[in-house]
């Protein structure tokens, strides 16, 4: 199991360039099973999940090819069926979430498809049923075979059906797999209480070039008029935003001067006014983010005087991802914020490990923590620590990059699965982070 060695208080300089966004990536990933075409897509970031997502394409029979700095190569016009009910497709679905993805485009394109129980985050219950229910009302059928854990999906006919729908939750994989199953389905179909996310605009964008008929993107309405074939298309991922957050929030809390590179910050939506209401300067220059140097940041208080709640809540809400990233941030701060983590359970338990470093923070219950911050006068101590998942695993590598002293955080797979090659872009900021087997 691989480590990182951080040896914190050191102030961070520079310029730093944003990955291409990972929600993003699954996402267009998936899309290349709906043609037979030529698809291209660029800004892909080097991260563990994406590239086992294209290893699973490639397994499949879908060509790849990397054409280096993260542009790739897709065509799908051989997807080899009889792999789906192999051993192996059991055992690389099961370890990435982003496997439920691929099961839109399969049954859109080909009628059939399955699903091995996907993995990912420990990061409490990810139900699935807007997927399911989304395909079932399009007219495919399930069956679950509780001895191998795999769900079998088949349409009667050999093609979906356009039809209304009104998703249970604005989920966002659940309505880009059910947007994907759609565009090749037979009539219309109307997606309400849709999720409008960046990254699933960009899923919608890309659908349209390839020929499909989707209306009504960046709404909680969509309508898709179904379309026989999808030819092949170019594509770039989008920076991603929780990364932008995580480099402003790094900046905060080491009182480090950063610039944060091509953004996309029309797409950062409330991102940057939840980091200027907890104190943070962000000056936007062009499609930069300049970060000063702050030596206090000072978290506002809402208009009665009451203390400051940040919650998360669907788009264009604050993102969940970005509220482990707001909760470490605020140990340093000046002044007590609440946090309120109401999409997913279980993610605030990584406090504890604040809480170690000498964090003033008062969980609540599974969803609610309240933090005092230390406005900079008690720095954090150095621990050893485990990472839990992908953001909480940042946010225990930034606590660390501002402590006093030398910590150790194990089980850094997680931060690499979502984060690429952060140790190196890091240290070129100034860090002092080795890594060990």
Not at 160 to 188: P, R, W
Not at 235 to 258: N, Q, W, Y
Request: with cysteine; hydrophobic share 40%; proline share 4%.
């Amino acid at each position: 199991m691989s480590s990182f060695i951080v040896e914190g208080g050191h102030k961070l300089s520079g310029e730093v360039i944003p990955q291409g966004a990972k929600n993003e990536a699954l996402q267009i990933l998936s899309s290349v099973l709906l043609t037979p075409g030529e698809v291209e897509i660029s800004n892909l970031p080097d991260i563990v999940d994406v590239n086992k997502l294209i290893d699973l394409l490639g397994s499949m029979g879908v060509k790849t090819k990397n054409r280096g700095d993260g542009s790739w190569w897709f065509k799908a016009d051989d997807v080899n069926l009889d792999y789906l009910s192999s051993d192996e497709f059991s055992k690389k679905g099961s370890s990435l979430r982003g496997s439920v993805m691929i099961l839109g485009p399969l049954l859109s394109r080909f009628g059939l498809g399955a699903l091995p129980r996907p993995g990912g985050d420990k990061i409490g219950r990810r139900r699935m049923d807007t997927h399911f229910l989304g395909f079932k009302a399009l007219g495919a059928e399930f069956s679950y075979d509780a001895a191998t854990g795999f769900f079998n999906a088949t349409v009667p006919g050999g093609r979906l059906k356009g039809t209304s729908m009104l998703l249970d939750e604005a989920s966002v994989t659940g309505t880009a797999n059910v947007v994907m199953a759609a565009t090749l389905a037979e009539g219309k179909t109307t997606i309400y209480n849709a999720a409008c996310e960046p990254y699933l605009q960009q899923l919608c964008k890309l659908i349209n070039q390839m020929g499909g008929k989707i209306k009504g993107v960046g709404s909680n309405l969509l309508t898709i008029e179904g379309v026989d074939s999808l030819k092949g298309a170019k594509h770039r991922c989008l920076p991603d935003m929780i990364e932008v957050g995580s480099f402003i929030g790094l900046a905060a809390m080491t009182k480090s001067e950063i610039t944060i590179k091509d953004v996309c910050y029309e797409e950062l939506g409330i991102i940057p006014r939840i980091f200027r209401r907890m104190g943070v300067k962000i000056d936007r220059r062009g499609d930069d983010i300049y970060i000063p140097s702050q030596n206090h940041y000072e978290i506002e208080k809402f208009i009665d005087g009451s203390i400051l709640t940040v919650s998360d809540a669907p788009w264009p809400g604050f993102t969940p991802d970005l509220l482990s990233i707001i909760l470490v941030m605020a140990t340093q701060a000046k002044g007590s914020v609440m946090i309120h983590q109401k999409m997913f359970e279980s993610r605030l338990f990584f406090v504890d490990k604040l809480i170690d470093m000498g964090a003033q923070i008062i969980l609540c219950d599974p969803h609610r923590a309240t933090v005092i911050g230390l406005d900079h006068t008690i720095p954090l101590r150095a621990v050893t620590m485990t990472s839990p998942d992908i953001r909480a695993g940042v946010s225990l590598l930034i606590a660390a990059l501002s402590a006093k002293g030398t910590s150790t955080i194990h089980n850094i797979g997680q931060i690499d699965r979502g984060y690429q090659n952060i140790d190196t872009r890091l240290k070129n900021l100034g860090a002092q982070i080795t890594r060990v087997q």
